[in-house]
């Protein structure tokens, strides 16, 4: 028989039986916040977030533990009539995960006057709510005529008008969405925030970067990869990072004169990884061509797109 100090203690001992889980998947168009809200949500940076649309392209899982709730939440790609293989990819990415959701959170920006249309399709018959982001530019009462059509067009179970980035509104949205998740335990360990390995929000980082820094095409050429990641006993680990992109001309560009560019990448993305992975690094990036890589299937999958 056990000691009796090594028996759970029943008064603290967590009660599972009201205990809720599930993947709830945000999904819109491009550029209305999914990602800052689901950073906003998990109240750390885990989607990186830029001002044009197209930023995500994969989805990232962000997990969201309490005493008695998991919220297992899916930031996806901005929903779009693709017109290359990569963004193929992306909307299979989007499908995926709204098939795999036990709840959608539909997100469409308050400002823009028209619903969209092309996005409600990828709703069909799951439980979804519909999340009007970016209040804070527009007087509430000014969504009304929104919320209508919006109604009009889909059975959606709730609409909550928020701001991702000032944080209104985002209680209501975790309150509706807990009420409707499924009653089971945990699927990840409590202490778990992703699934995704480190390596993978590495490469984000830099992508975010390189959205931020560079103009037009550029961003929407550039893949990167992490290609080694060796941890060193007494000095900093060193990342290896590849920027793949489609022409010379962009290679060209993105190193700058005498390699200046390429650096300023580098600086910026070594000091939110170092942030992000709570040590000091070293980051080496080069920069290679693949000719037309976003319409290659092959390519794409080798960069672990379903293509
Ligand atoms: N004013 C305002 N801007 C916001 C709000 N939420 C997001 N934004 C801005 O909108 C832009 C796009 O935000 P993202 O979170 O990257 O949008 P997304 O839906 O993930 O975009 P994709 O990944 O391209 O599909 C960024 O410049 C954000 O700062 C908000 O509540 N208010
Ligand atoms: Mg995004």
């Known amino acids: 028989m056990a000691p009796e100090s090594l028996l759970p203690d029943a008064d603290q001992a967590p009660d599972q039986s009201n205990h809720r889980c599930g993947y709830v998947a945000l999904i819109g168009k491009p550029n209305v916040g999914k990602s800052t809200l689901l950073n906003a949500l998990m109240g750390q ?32 790609p901005g929903i ?20 795999d ?5 539909f997100m469409a920006d308050a400002t823009r006057d028209k619903v969209d249309d092309l996005s409600l399709k990828f709703v069909g018959k799951r439980p979804a709510i519909l999340v009007l982001n970016k209040i804070d530019k527009i007087r509430q009462e000014d969504v009304l005529p929104l919320v209508s059509a919006y109604m009009e067009a889909h059975a959606f179970e709730e609409v909550i008008p928020i701001s991702a980035l000032k944080g209104k509104n985002l209680d209501v949205v975790m309150q509706s ?6 009653a089971g335990p945990a699927f990840y360990p409590r202490e778990m925030i992703s699934e995704q390995p480190e390596k993978f929000f590495v490469s984000e980082i830099i992508r975010e970067k390189i959205f931020k820094l560079y103009r037009q095409e550029v961003p929407y050429s550039t893949q990167v990869n992490v290609v080694s990641w060796e941890e060193r006993e007494d000095d900093k680990d060193l990342i290896h990072a590849e920027i793949v992109v489609e022409r010379d001309s962009q290679k060209g560009i993105l ?11 580098g600086t910026f993305a070594r000091e939110d990884i170092e942030e992000f992975i709570h040590r000091p690094i070293f980051l080496k990036l080069h920069v290679k061509v693949r000719t037309d890589w976003r319409n290659s299937d092959g390519q794409l999958r080798s960069f672990g797109y379903s293509t």
Not at 101 to 105: I, S
């Open 80 to 99: 779009i009539e693709p017109r290359y293989g990569l963004q193929k990819a992306m909307m299979n990415d989007v499908r995926t995960s709204t098939s």
């Open 255 to 265: 190193i700058g004169k005498g390699g200046k560019a390429l650096k300023k990448i």
């Open 177 to 182: 969405v807990l009420k409707r998740l499924p």
């Open 45 to 76: 940076k885990l989607s990186i977030v830029t001002h044009r649309p197209q930023t995500t392209r994969r989805r990232v899982l962000g997990i969201l533990s309490g005493d008695d709730h998991q919220v297992i939440l899916l930031d996806t």
């Open 101 to 105: 959701a036990d709840l959608l959170v």
